[in-house]
């Protein structure tokens, strides 16, 4: 059984930083491309970031030049930085991860992190 954590969400002053951290464990034979996700309250959850197996990386529009993903592909991580924080980035963030454990890849989410930003 495939499993992903995230950690790293909060309360942090708009412009300031967080880094969010997403673990994936289990029997795991491959992964593909991995991303953060975040949904706001009566919002579609929507793209923020995804990274390739070969570190080839998209950004919404919204967060480009601040935010980094990236990823530890030994520790099956993916990371976002996140720095110069608005009040619009307030959303509950998902790791998402394509990741084939026997032949067939399939689509897994973490149960997702809030991020508050807020004076």
């Known amino acids: 059984q495939v499993q992903l954590v995230e950690s790293g969400g909060g309360l942090v002053q708009p412009g300031g930083s967080l880094r969010l951290s997403c673990a994936a464990s289990?029997?795991?034979?491959?992964?593909?491309?991995m991303g953060w996700y975040r949904q706001a309250p009566g919002k579609q959850r929507e793209l923020v970031a995804a990274i390739t197996s070969g570190s080839n990386t998209r950004y919404a529009d919204s967060v480009k030049g601040r935010f980094t993903i990236s990823r530890d592909n030994a520790k099956n991580m993916v990371y976002l930085q996140m720095n110069s924080l608005k009040p619009e980035d307030t959303a509950v963030y998902y790791c998402?991860?394509?990741?084939?454990?026997?032949?067939?890849?399939?689509?897994?989410w973490g149960q997702g992190t809030q991020v508050t930003v807020s004076s």
């Open positions: 289990g029997r795991i034979f491959s992964i593909n491309a």
């Open positions: 998402n991860a394509r990741i084939v454990v026997t032949i067939f890849e399939d689509n897994y």
